[in-house]
């Protein structure tokens, strides 16, 4: 199977979604290193870091390749968040799965799509964010329900929360606790 994965976040590996993503990537390499895994990381800073993540994950799961482009992430934001164009198999190739990360969600062109919802906290609690944010945040989840088969979330009360405020039917939702390192 030819797994693509977002890495883009990895670059913030200390904490979040960064952290988040990097766990995950490692176990997941760790535990089926048969697969292909097509990695993509859009930075226009962060190119070492990137390359640096995917010799590590090499060493375990040879069958991998990067597609690190010179593309600041605020492109890529607007890109697929706004406009939604430019498939992700346009920089990857054909793929069987990809997995988003960040609600940063580019057009599928047929691939099946999964990302995480980590938590709703904008909507649940409007008062205590500036409506920049529950905007941006709407706009990037949008597209990241639409097209995705499956979203992982990180606890019942966030699978809960994406119900009730999203309206997302519960077939579409996997709990995945975030594990730790």
Known sequence: MRIGIDISQVVYEG??????????????????????YVFFGGTLRQKKALSRFVNLVQKHAPQTRSIIVPIPPTLLTFLWNVLHIVP??????????????????????????????????FLRFPDSFPEVIIRTQKQRLKHAIKENALILCDSEATKKDVIELLHVQERKLLVVYPGYN
């Open 88 to 121: 992700i198999t346009w920089f990857t190739g054909p793929l069987d799965v990809f997995w988003s990360s960040d609600w940063t969600q580019p057009p599928l062109g047929g691939v099946v799509g999964m990302t995480t919802i980590h938590d709703v906290s």
């Open 15 to 36: 904490f979040g979604v960064g952290r988040y993503v990097k766990e995950m990537v490692l176990s997941m390499t760790r535990l089926a290193p048969e697969h292909e």
